[in-house]
């Protein structure tokens, strides 16, 4: 007779099969909440090489590999590559395109507690509000922005109907007609503190702003904002203490003053 399993390895065997499960799984609640299951888990997957993949600001967990299992399993080589899933070079471009357009949005309305519902809603008591669901604020793309505004670069429409195939059956992004959602990986295994400073400060955010999807534009335009507001107070800054140090210059004599000083002298000397 077999022995009953515990609620550590059903979890455990659920996410291995499945690969993500909800956050709102019972048995994932449970272990969001307490303590020793949630510690139980992790033990269970650290006995494979596996650790628990969970962000508050993801509507799933999932599972990755530790690192010493990784250099085990896909050795320096396999590390040294951009992915491990067999994407292709314009697959990376343009899951780190999506990420851009549908993580950074969603992730401002939900750290500014904002419910994309209720736009309009008072902000009284904006710090009592529940973390908003990935799925309420998450912006859905325009397949067809999408083509029209980076198709060339992403390998025209047959590449970019290919890669985002393999994106779907990856688990980073669903498709519902026409539009683009974020998947239940898309903000798991993407690493946001690694990944957003290095978009929103370099080149990628002038590429990223010819975008013309009615949503996800003006959330980027948002948050590109900041990081103008400060270049311009930088150098505003800069310009205040130009202008301070002129100011604390001691003032140099003019040259008719110079001329009358010389004139008085001379004056002088001659009535000696």
Do not use: C
Not at 37 to 47: F, K, P, V, Y
Not at 123 to 132: G, I, R, S, V
Not at 198 to 225: F, N
């Amino acid at each position: 007779m077999s022995k009953p399993q515990d609620d550590a390895a059903l979890l455990a065997a659920q996410l291995l099969a499945r690969r993500w499960l909800p956050r709102n799984h019972p048995l994932v609640r449970r272990a969001l909440i307490d303590t020793e299951l949630w510690t139980a888990l992790g033990e269970r997957l650290a006995a494979v090489g596996l650790r628990v993949v969970d962000n508050v600001y993801a509507d799933h967990i999932s599972v990755a590999m530790l690192r010493p299992a990784e250099v085990a399993v896909f050795g320096e080589t396999g590390l040294a590559a951009n992915n491990n899933l067999d994407l292709p070079r314009d697959g990376v471009a343009l899951l780190v395109v999506l990420w851009s357009l549908i993580v950074l949005p969603k992730r401002q309305r939900q750290v500014a507690r904002a419910d994309a519902a209720e736009p309009g809603q008072g902000e009284m008591f904006a710090t009592d509000k529940p973390l908003p669901l990935a799925a309420s604020v998450a912006p859905t793309l325009s397949y067809r922005s999408l083509l029209a505004d980076f198709g060339n670069q992403l390998g025209k429409k047959m590449r970019l109907d290919a890669n985002l195939k393999l994106l779907e059956r990856n688990g980073f992004i669903t498709r519902r007609g026409e539009d683009i959602a974020e998947g239940p990986l898309l903000d798991l295994l993407l690493d946001y503190d690694t990944l957003a400073p290095r978009i929103l400060d370099g080149a990628l955010a002038d590429v990223l702003a010819r975008s013309t999807d009615p949503l996800a534009a003006p959330a980027l335009a948002r948050l590109r904002q900041p990081e103008e507001a400060s270049e311009d107070a930088a150098e505003l800054d800069h310009g205040l203490a130009v202008q301070d140090e002129l100011d604390a210059t001691p003032a140099l004599p003019s040259a008719a003053a110079a001329s009358e000083e010389q004139q008085e002298a001379q004056n002088k000397e001659d009535q000696a």
